[in-house]
T-cell receptor, first 113, second 115 residues
């Protein structure tokens, strides 16, 4: 158990809908990262937050957004969902910046029908 | 620009034989390099990391990797494979010094272990 929790574990929704994925980092970790893992694209870094502020951006679509709250939990919002958004979404946390070890959550499996 | 290339998408070895998973990287700055393992239906777990200290890095479960700057490589090795090593392995490069940190994952190498 990495200490990172993600909810929900599974999510099934329809095209055009909007969903919110939630992540609670390990106690004491200030940095949260979001990743998307799909069969065709592999594992892709989406975005990183550090202590409430956006720190780095990867291949995140404009339809996706994230935020980190004062209690350091983070939410990833996916809107206008398309079939191709079906994937595993991982959250990871670390103490500080990207050179630190990242601890991954178990993931949220999103299925868009 | 950063990039990371895992040279083999699939490696199959017999139990008890050595494992070699190859990773080459390119980086404009002084990189940190990581190997993560992902077992089926699980999240990723850190095996080991290099952050400009010793070039030979020892990790968990008997794995180690050597940072070779001249070859821009960070290959993962294990002397003797175990059935429980069957998983997907990811090489990761992270740059320091750029204004916005970039984290790049390799495409992954699936390791199969034959009895």
């Amino acid at each position: 158990d990495s200490g990172v929790t993600q909810t929900p574990k599974h999510l099934i929704t329809a095209t055009g809908q909007r969903v919110t994925l939630r992540c609670s980092p390990r106690s004491g970790d200030l940095s949260v990262y979001w990743y998307q893992q799909s069969l065709d694209q592999g594992l892709q870094f989406l975005i990183q937050y550090y202590n409430g502020e956006e720190r780095a951006k990867g291949n995140i679509l404009e339809r996706f957004s994230a935020q980190q709250f004062p209690d350091l939990h983070s939410e990833l919002n996916l809107s206008s969902l398309e079939l191709g958004d079906s994937a595993l979404y991982f959250c990871a946390s670390s103490v500080e910046v990207s050179r630190d070890t990242q601890y991954f959550g178990p993931g949220t499996r999103l299925t868009v029908l | 620009a950063q990039s990371v290339t895992q040279l083999d998408s699939h490696v199959s070895v017999s139990e008890g034989t050595p494992v070699l998973l190859r990773c080459n990287y390119s980086s404009s700055y002084s990189p940190s390099l990581f190997w993560y393992v992902q077992h089926p239906n699980k999240g990723l777990q850190l095996l080991l990391k290099y952050t400009s200290a010793a070039t030979l890095v020892k990790g968990i479960n008997g794995f180690e990797a050597e940072f070779k700057k001249s070859e821009t490589s960070f290959h993962l090795t294990k002397p003797s494979a175990h059935m429980s090593d069957a998983a997907e392995y990811f090489c990761v490069v992270s740059d320091r010094g750029s204004s916005a940190s970039k984290i790049i994952f390799g495409s992954g190498t699936r390791l199969s272990i034959r009895p």
